[in-house]
């Protein structure tokens, strides 16, 4: 049996493809000194940039790796979905319903594959690209840090001086008076101006008739009596 176009038994993969995969040729940042005994005589700043630049020359060698790894995992995560799918249908709707299933799930995991391969290629590029940029040297750096902080410094400023700014809203909640209903008692109930016995009697009320308790203290019950407060004896009513 041949082996698959485009396979190299050396390198273990599609060699022939590799020209073909969707990767941006992202440059390398060729002006660091690779000489050791240079190296160690150079400033602490030339030795910093040259750190950052071979960071960024590592995103811009492994990106078609970096790419390969996402597809694939994408590629076996979509493979999942489907099997999973097709032994949900199998098992809840039997047999003939999975082939369905399989038939369905094939042809969206197709057109799937190519949305989901077209976002991991733009996403991987645009990640590993602007990484590459970032760590071009050490200004660049620098340069990303500083645009970072500025960002953020003026969000938090902007935000800590709006909520300064915006007056807090105090919520005020009306307590409306628990009231009860009783009935008299006596025959005739004397309401008076006060709690007590020796205040001005507004009126009467009769027995059985109901008033409405507004409050009960020093053994009298607040009511309103005639569009005025009066109080009564509480030992005269009983609650409704």
């Not at 970096?66 to 809840?92: D, E, P, Q």
């Amino acid at each position: 049996m041949s082996l698959p176009a485009g396979w190299d038994p050396n390198s273990m993969s599609f060699g022939g493809l590799t020209k073909k995969k969707p990767v941006i040729e992202i440059p390398r940042n060729t002006s660091s000194y690779t000489s050791a005994r240079t190296y160690y005589r150079r400033s602490f700043w030339d030795r910093f940039s040259d750190g950052v630049a071979d960071i960024g020359n590592w995103f811009a060698e492994h990106a078609e790796n970096v790419l390969n790894i996402f597809c694939i995992i994408a590629l076996i995560a979509l493979v999942v979905a489907g099997v999973g799918y097709v032994i949900s249908v199998w098992i809840n709707e039997g047999f003939f319903m999975a082939i369905l299933a399989a038939i369905l799930a094939g042809v969206v995991g197709v057109i799937g594959w190519y949305v989901i391969a077209f976002v991991v290629v733009v996403g991987v590029n645009l990640v590993m690209y602007g990484f590459r940029f970032i760590f071009w040297n050490g200004w660049s750096l620098l340069l990303t840090l500083l645009v970072g902080l500025s960002i953020g410094g003026y969000v938090l400023i902007n935000n800590s001086s709006t909520n300064f700014s915006r007056p807090k809203q105090v919520k005020t909640e009306v307590v409306q008076p628990a009231t009860e209903f009783y009935q008299c008692t006596a025959s005739s109930l004397n309401v008076r101006t006060a709690p007590n016995t020796n205040s001005t009697v507004l009126g009467t009320i009769q027995k059985n008739q109901s008033v409405e308790v507004y409050e009960i203290k020093d053994g009298f019950a607040r009511i309103s009596y005639k569009g005025q407060t009066g109080y009564v004896s509480i030992r005269f009513l009983k609650k409704i």
